[in-house]
């Protein structure tokens, strides 16, 4: 789990555009963007949920056909899923007080990650 507040922040900041939208999108079928308190306390929450959830250790059909063992990754990055839309004000994104931009990768082995912004505004 990894804050992106700030990356994002500024991409839309160094855009020029005042009003408008951003998307934060995730190519691939394990990871996720939402937003989250980033905290300790929810950083520890945040992952037991996810295993209550859709437990590693559970049989899936995905592990048994490619034998990956990444079953449960699929089911949660499908939940929550790939992307998330923020509108932006006055050059800023209008996120509440405790909320931050997080990316989550569900998969069980490391992997690169690229993430997509895009920007409609004015």
């Known amino acids: 789990m990894q804050d ?11 855009s020029g555009f005042g009003t408008g939208i951003c998307t ?3 190519p691939g079928s394990t990871g996720s963007v939402t937003t989250i308190e980033y905290e300790g306390g929810l950083l520890k929450d945040f992952p037991e949920a996810m295993e209550r959830f859709a437990p590693q250790d559970a049989v899936y059909e995905h592990h048994l056909r490619w034998g990956d063992g990444n ?3 699929h ?3 499908s ?3 790939p ?4 509108p932006f004000v006055d050059g800023k994104l209008t996120l509440g007080t405790w909320q931050q931009v997080t990316f989550i990768d569900f998969d069980n082995k490391s992997r690169t990650r690229r993430l997509e912004i895009l920007l409609i505004g004015e």
């Not at 992307?83 to 923020?86: A, D, L, R, V």
Request: one cysteine or more.
């Open 4 to 14: 992106i507040t700030d990356d994002v922040s500024s991409i839309v900041r160094e």
């Open 24 to 26: 934060v999108f995730c």
């Open 71 to 73: 079953g449960h990754s």
């Open 75 to 77: 089911i949660r990055a």
């Open 79 to 81: 939940v929550l899923g």
């Open 83 to 86: 992307s998330i839309t923020i």
